[in-house]
């Protein structure tokens, strides 16, 4: 991009709106996201962005701090039965939302329900809850048909039950909700929001944090500044030139080829996280032909070469990790069991011989490119050129992440406006446990884009969720790597870490977050 036109778009981007007197008092930290606010609804869509959008309005039952422990964050304290299967949940006192009326538990129900209607997660939880009572408007009563061990770890998992109110909280999961109002220590000024350019946040001044110290997700969410702009900035080179002139303060997710001028740029730093990490999915449609018959899904493994993508996505070899464990690496559960055909080198021949057995004749395969997206954008590229080496007929759709977003949704056929093939991502977080990991879910119907079907998988998941040891779980999650490797839901196609940059000497207090990132404890100089 040129560097005049480069700067003339920083600058109608970063001003966009009128400034005013007030406004130039004000503490103002500017962020540039991986992607654009385009939905304001963090349970109608997986999208990580919409997830930051509701860490920042919205608080949680629980989350998890920087060890990755769950702690309490809007329950001030539960208690559990003897027999494992009753929790008494009481809210903590000063929860408000940002119209000024109490959280209540007529907020908090719906609000799990929502939750649950959309997350395999909350589905698991759910099908062992006998039920879920109000006993006054601050404490709840869980009861549980048997005993599951992973209710607060599951509560506790970073964007899940969002509370809303139980105006937005009863609306169908199925649809959006158009409104935002949350109790979280930020409030989005909605007035301001304008997709493809700006969302502004502003402090909630009646927010009362929790009195611990601020860890991760976990402990006192302190908004210490007046207001948070995310810039959106689709050209990375253009937000990398941005931070480098201190015209934004913090970059999500920098580029790898400009780590190495960021890390040589005077006031800018880059931190991480041990557990932070990011894993590709290539998301196959079971819906459709050819991905409806196994034979195409594990011909896929022979096509799919992880290096090609780990090369192209994070060239730098410290960040990247050569992974084919479903659920992650470096975490309790990894094991790449029965991953053999996909750790060998690619094996095109094969792959046609297995497309040719599922029935495939030269169809057109619709793939669904993101070319606004920093990771997803030449990952796709590196996924149809080896599709192309396999003698497959593609029918490439280039669009916006946004557009990807609403097209994904669709079970037409791609002839009328569906799809075989998208590109996504999630956190190795996420993806660590087989109730959260939400890709590898194969409830059919319930199931996410692509709508996986095998009810062996969704028998080992729940085996593994009513395991009541570690060690139990690590042996199931052997068992469902094999079956993943043998009906092959999806298909991950790299594990990277990118590190966060942000101005040290305009801004303090950032904290290193295994995840999405945190807004709240920065102080702006």
Sequence with gaps: ???????????????????TPAMAQEKVLRATMHADVRSLDPVWTTQTIATIHGNMIYDQLFNLDTNLEPQPQMVDKWTVSEDRKTYVFTLRDGLKFHDGTPVTTKDVLPSINRWAARRNAGKILLGFTDSITAKDDKTFEWKLKEPFGLVIDTLAQ???VFIMREKEATVDPMQQITEAIGSGPFMLKRDEWV??????????????PRKEPSSAHAGGKVAKVDRVEFVWLPDPQTAQAALVAGEIDYLENPQPDFLPILEGTPGVKLITHPAQGTM????????????????????????????????????????????????????????????????????????????????????PITILHATDHAYINPASLVLVQQMRKAGLNLDVQAMDWGTVVSRRTKKELPAQGGWNIFITGTTVLGSSSPISHVSLGMGCEKAWFGWPCDSKMEELRQAWSLAPEVADRKKLAVD?????????????F??????????????????PVPSVPAMWNIVKK
Excluded at 195 to 208: E, H, L, N, Q
Aim: proline share 6%; hydrophobic share 40%.
């Design 1 to 19: 991009m040129n560097g005049t036109i480069a700067r003339a778009l920083l600058a109608t981007t970063i001003m966009a709106g009128v400034s």
């Design 158 to 160: 970073i964007g899940a």
């Design 195 to 208: 997709p493809g350019s700006k969302t502004v946040y502003t402090k909630f001044k009646d927010y009362v």
């Design 280 to 363: 590709g999915i290539i998301q196959l449609n079971h819906l459709h032909p050819p991905f409806n018959n196994v034979k195409a899904r594990q011909a896929m493994l022979n096509i799919v070469h992880m290096p090609d993508y780990l090369n192209t996505i994070s060239p730098d070899k410290k960040l990247q990790t050569l992974c084919y464990s479903y659920f992650g690496c470096s975490v309790p559960m990894e094991t790449d069991a029965g991953a053999e055909v996909y750790k060998a080198q690619p094996d095109y021949k094969k792959a046609a011989e297995l497309f040719k057995e599922a029935g495939y004749k030269g169809e």
């Design 480 to 492: 469902i790597s094999k079956r993943a490797y043998e009906t092959v839901p999806y298909i991950s």
């Design 494 to 511: 790299a594990q990277w870490v990118n590190p966060v940059a942000y101005r040290e000497d305009k801004i303090t207090g950032v904290i």
